[in-house]
Nanobody
Framework: VQLQASGGGLVRAGDSLRLSCAASRRTYATAWFRQAPGKEREFVAALRRSTSTTYYADSVKGRFTISRDNTNDAVYLQMNSLKPEDTAIYYC????????????????????WGQGTLVTVSS
């Protein structure tokens, strides 16, 4: 599976952005991770296709929304009320099969990764 993330940019605190993840074929789930300079990659959100269940990191819950376009299998991350601490490279990822709930937030669950898109939030 090839994944292509896009939509990043430079915005001000409080602004919104929508990231897109295009996949070469249907995936069992799609997740967004992010990595800030000098920090480890962290889970942001995920959507499991079989149940349409969504998962969020506590730090983005209520501000970010992950969704899927059923016509083209693209997955989006709508990011509202952005904060400077949201600044990072955002990656979309897909697993080789349907992940169990306990594994959704683990980056090792995901085999396929996009190239990342940079989000910079200024204060």
């Amino acid at each position: 599976v090839q994944l292509q993330a896009s939509g990043g940019g430079l915005v001000r605190a409080g602004d919104s952005l929508r990231l897109s993840c295009a996949a070469s074929r249907r995936t069992y789930a799609t997740a967004w991770f992010r990595q800030a300079p000098g920090k480890e990659r962290e889970f942001v959100a995920a959507l499991r296709r079989s149940t349409s269940t969504t998962y969020y990191a506590d730090s983005v819950k209520g501000r970010f929304t992950i969704s899927r376009d059923n016509t083209n299998d693209a997955v989006y991350l709508q990011m509202n009320s952005l904060k400077p601490e949201d600044t990072a490279i955002y990656y979309c990822a897909a697993p080789p099969n349907t992940p169990i709930t306990s594994a959704v937030r683990d980056p090792q669950t995901y085999t396929y990764w996009g190239q990342g898109t940079l989000v910079t939030v200024s204060s």
